[in-house]
Structures are given as structure tokens and as C-alpha cells.
């Protein structure tokens, strides 16, 4: 019988003598991956404090996918695991000082040295801070990722006399069990599709929505006969639906929509048909028509769109009166709000 890489058997009762690679790669069938032998690397724990230029870091835990002596995983290489306890050295660490002009940001990555892989002349783990280069676009200035790692996040570092540095995490740094779950960094929890390779939203703490408006202070303009979508300069509240440009949201989750918008039509005395309609990828989904006869009519609309992810939706209005006419200003008449309701 061929010999079969398993950690069930003792090695005194016939079981394989395994070697630290073979060990990780067996490790890895613990934890979700987006390919066969492979995890997310990803950590838990590890809240970043800053006072001044001393950084304190939490206990932390780890999950990092092999990368060898590259940045590119090799799925030969398996998983990495590790934790850093209360009291670790590593959790303390001191920003370098503020460049005198510029912003710069800073990168913390927890990296893997295995002599046996990377000649490093080193075994074990560290969490390493590397300091970047200030420059107009600080992401520019970024450190590059580092072999066997993963980036906790960066420090965003003002420069001298421009305030306090902060933190920012990467998003989706968690690592997942096999089977299991992890937070969307938005109060909800995501599963792992292997089938369609990519992380599914399974709760959220509340309904995907968004509420909006537009007031233009000055005039703006409705070319006649042409349909013109309403801008949207007032984000009131948001949630997984983006607004795009000036003009148009993205949904982020599929699903059952409430919608309604108002734009409110300086109209003259020319007669005429408003519209108002909401368009979903450049489609016409609903319209509303009202004539035109007095200054400043509203043009409402409310309806119920089935969306899909990455949908496109915007509320146009459009005017027939001969001339270009305007939306009113001085006043919020115009508003665009939509929620996700099953």
C-alpha cells in the first residue's frame, strides 16, 4: 500500500514520520481557501493603539497562506499559524517621525521566517513596522508586502504639527475555519463560495439602503425632450447601495427595493409633460408622467424594483416644454431614497 501523509496515525504503530511542510499543508484543509491547497491569511485580535509615537498592538493570532521567498503563495508551502501572547516584544513598536510637509504612511505586516524555505537563517514570526515615504499621494509611498506575510494594515502619518497618526486595518484580514465564517467588517458575516470563488454575504445588521438629495442653490438646467439624471450632492445615510459619480448608485446587495425620488420643476408657463423615471443599467424600469401647465411641479415617483448586485439605478426627469427649463433651487425638493425590503 502507498504511503499516505496523515497526523491520525503514531509513528511507532506504522504511521509516517511527517516534516514541517508536510504538516502545513495538511493544516490547510482547516481553513477556507480560494483554491485547492490554499487559506486566507488573515489574523484576529491585534487592536492597534497609538500615543504620541508608541504603537501597542493586542494579542493576536495567525493564519498565513506560504509564499516561499516571493510574495506569491505556493500552495506546496501551506499554512502558517501562530499567535503573539500578552507580553510579546513584538507587540510594542514606535512610529518613526513626521516628515515636515508631507503625509506618509506606514505599513505593519506579521511575516513567517522558515530558514528551510526562505534562507533566512531564521524560525519563528514577527510583526514588523515599515516605515514608508512621505510623498503628495502617500499611497505611493506605501512599503510593498513582504515574503510569508500578511498586512495587519497602515499607519497614516500627518506630517509635522498636522495632528495625531491613525490606524487603518486592512479590510478582510480575518481568517476562516473551513465551514466557517467571517465579519464583513460591516456589523455582518460571510461564507466562503467555492463553487463561485468568491465570499457571499450571509446577515446584516440592518437593510442595504440610501437616502439622498439634491439642492443646487443656482439653476439646472433640463435640456427639453431629453432625459437628465438627477444629481445627488447630499448623502444622508448609506449602506451597502454606493453612489457613483454624481448621479447613480450601485447595489452592493441583491434583492427586493423600495423606491421613491422627487424632483421639483421650474416649468414656466409653456404646457407640457413632466416625467420622472427610475433607469436600472440604462433601462427604463418605472416612469411617472404629470402635465405641465404652472411653475414648479413636483415630479414624484414611487415603486418596488427587484435589483441584482452591481445594478446600476438612477431617477431621471425629463421635460417637453420647447426650451431648456431648470430644477428649482432654494429649497430640497429633489430626493432619491431606496431600501432593500426583502
Known amino acids: 500500500m502507498k504511503d499516505v501523509i496523515a497526523i491520525t496515525f503514531d509513528a511507532g504503530s506504522g504511521g509516517p514520520l511527517l516534516t514541517a511542510q508536510e504538516r502545513r499543508q495538511i493544516e490547510t484543509g482547516m481553513y477556507n481557501g480560494s483554491a485547492a491547497g490554499s487559506v486566507f491569511s488573515g489574523y484576529r ?44 516584544a513584538e507587540l510594542s513598536k514606535t512610529l518613526t517621525a513626521a516628515h515636515a510637509s508631507l503625509v506618509r504612511w506606514d505599513a505593519l505586516d506579521i511575516r513567517v521566517f522558515d530558514h528551510e524555505v526562505d534562507a533566512s537563517g531564521s524560525r519563528g514570526a514577527d510583526i514588523i513596522y515599515t516605515a514608508g515615504t512621505a510623498n503628495a499621494t502617500p499611497s505611493i509611498g506605501l512599503p510593498a508586502a513582504l515574503p510569508n506575510s500578511i498586512r495587519m494594515g497602515h499607519f497614516v502619518v500627518p506630517q509635522s504639527g498636522g495632528g495625531a497618526a491613525t490606524f487603518v486595518p486592512d479590510a478582510g484580514s480575518q481568517y476562516a475555519m473551513a465551514g466557517g465564517a467571517r465579519s464583513n467588517g460591516s456589523g455582518g458575516l ?31 438646467g433640463v435640456t427639453n425632450n431629453t432625459w437628465i ?52 443599467n440604462g433601462a427604463e424600469a418605472r416612469q411617472y408622467n404629470v402635465g405641465l401647465t404652472t411653475d414648479a411641479v413636483c415630479l414624484p415617483l414611487s415603486c418596488q424594483l427587484q435589483l441584482a448586485a452591481a445594478d446600476v439605478l438612477r431617477f431621471e426627469v425629463n421635460q417637453n416644454q420647447g426650451s431648456s427649463r431648470n430644477f428649482s433651487n432654494g429649497t430640497v425638493w429633489n430626493f432619491i431614497d431606496i431600501a432593500r425590503i426583502g
Open 229 to 280: 439624471p438627477m444629481p445627488i450632492t447630499d448623502t444622508i445615510a448609506a449602506s451597502r447601495v454606493v453612489l457613483v459619480g454624481s448621479n447613480s448608485l450601485r447595489i452592493d446587495e441583491a434583492g427586493l427595493y423600495q423606491c421613491s425620488g422627487q424632483v421639483r420643476l421650474d416649468t414656466g408657463t409653456a404646457s407640457g409633460t413632466g416625467r420622472s423615471r427610475f433607469s436600472v
Open 45 to 88: 485580535g491585534g487592536s492597534v493603539g497609538i500615543v504620541g509615537s508608541a504603537v501597542t498592538i493586542q494579542p493576536i493570532t495567525f493564519v498565513i497562506q506560504g509564499t516561499g521567498t516571493g510574495t506569491t503563495p505556493v500552495l506546496t508551502q501551506g499554512c502558517y499559524r501562530g499567535a503573539f501572547p500578552s507580553g510579546s
Open 190 to 220: 460571510e461564507i466562503y463560495d467555492l463553487t463561485a470563488g468568491a465570499w457571499r454575504r450571509i446577515y446584516e445588521s440592518g437593510p442595504a439602503r440610501f437616502s439622498g438629495g439634491y439642492n443646487p442653490g443656482v439653476a439646472s
